[in-house]
Each structure stands twice: as C-alpha cells, then as structure tokens.
C-alpha cells in the first residue's frame, strides 16, 4: 500500500524549533518530489514548501510566510521527507501534511499523508 | 491569503446536480496552469479528486467532473449522494508568487 505518514508535532514555544517527519512506504520515494502543507484550524489548505525528487534536480521552493525559517530536506535511503521548523510563530499552529507530487502531472498531489498538528502557543 | 476564490457553500439534494466554481487572475489559471481539486471529510486528510482540470484519478466515481475555462475552473458533482458532504479545495501554480495556491475551500451539504 502507498502511503505517508507524519511524526513529530506538538506543542511548542513561540520563536523556538521543530523538526517534522515524514516516511514514505509502498513507492519509490527518491522519484518523487515531496510538498509540505498546512491547515490552520478551520481555515484553508496552504502549501509551505517542496523538494523536488533527485532525477528533477533536487531543488526546494517555500511559501513567502516561510521562507528563511522553514526548510525541507529529505533522505531517499531511508524513504523520508523532514521539515525543520525555526523561529516559530504562534500563526504557524496547523495540521501539517506532506503530500506526494503526481508523477505525471505537475503541482497534482496524489498521496497525502494523515497531518501531524503542531502547536504554537507560550 | 487564498488567491483563488470559491463559493463559502453550496447544497442540494440526494440525486441532484451541484456545480461550484474556482476563480483565479492571469497569473494561475488564466496563465494555462493547471487546476486540480480535493475532497476533504472533517479531520481527515484532503484526496485527489480531479486532476489536470479534468481527469479522474482511479477509484473516484464518475459523478465528479471538472471544467476550465479562461481565469476560472469548475467542479460539478451529478447524482449528488450523501457521502459527498464535505469540503472541496481547487488548487494551481501562481506564476507571481512561485507558489502552489488553493482555493478558499467549498463546503457541499446534502439536503
């Protein structure tokens, strides 16, 4: 089965880190780019960043809110996708998902893992 | 913060045909990106359900179908079912901003 799933949220300090896991099974996952999103509660889904897979040059873009405080990096080996979270805000509070790129389609997310919520709050 | 915008609501009853739109600007939509769209029931994670404007992934009912045009997209459901009740999220690239944009979200209740 090809799935996702998330790991490391939770509670946490305005201004301080937070590292997110994501692993991939049932795939290979080095041919893949990986998005990170998230939903703020009751609100949207909003993208915050991607990795784009190894045979696609093996770049990262991030949403504006957080660029310079967020990055994605990722370790085919062992089939997982991490974002590090510094700097935190209180408005970074959301489920985070990370999303698997369609592997034909462009910026279509085929697979998506069940969230990790994380929250900011002093 | 949502650069496309949708309907808050929309609702019908069993066997009805609902359709709601997704409207964008010159940067996404309108510039040729592709539209998709997510299915996504309380507390659980959004799904695929249209892609590249209007392709169904495999196991979704042929009930869904999508539509572009110009700066907007369209989602339409057919023989509306109970199960359908949930939000629904057109997504793109945006072109100005270098980023994936989402729709503000489209709640369907059935009658």
């Known amino acids: 089965e090809v799935q996702l799933v998330e790991s490391g949220g939770g509670l946490v300090q305005p201004g301080r880190s937070l590292r997110l896991s994501c692993i991939g099974s049932g795939f290979i996952f080095g041919d893949y780019s990986m998005s990170w999103f998230r939903q703020a509660p009751g609100k949207g889904l909003e993208w915050v960043g991607f990795?784009?897979?190894?045979?696609?040059?093996?770049?990262?873009e991030y949403a504006a809110s957080v660029k310079g405080r967020f990055t994605i990096s990722r370790d085919d080996s062992k089939s997982i996708a991490y974002l590090q979270m510094n700097s935190l805000k209180t408005e970074d509070t959301a489920v985070y998902y990370c999303?698997?790129?369609?592997?034909?389609?462009?910026?279509?997310?085929?697979?998506w893992g069940h969230g990790t919520m994380v929250t900011v709050s002093s | 913060q949502s650069v496309l915008t949708q309907p808050p609501s929309v609702s019908g009853a069993p066997g009805q045909r609902v359709t709601f739109s997704c409207t964008g600007s010159s940067s996404n939509i309108g510039a040729g990106f592709d539209v998709h769209w997510y299915q996504q029931f309380p507390r659980t994670a959004p799904k695929l359900l249209i892609y590249a404007n209007n392709y169904r992934p495999s196991g979704v009912p042929d009930r869904f179908s999508g539509s572009k045009s110009g700066t907007s997209a369209s989602l339409a459901i057919t023989g509306l079912q109970a199960e359908d009740e949930a939000d629904y999220y057109c997504?793109?690239?945006?072109?100005?901003?270098?980023?994936?944009?989402f729709g503000t979200g489209t709640k369907v209740t059935v009658l």
């Open positions: 990795f784009r897979g190894t045979v696609y040059g093996g770049t990262t």
């Open positions: 997504q793109s690239y945006d072109s100005s901003l270098s980023a994936y944009v």
């Open positions: 999303a698997r790129e369609h592997a034909v389609v462009t910026a279509a997310f085929d697979i």
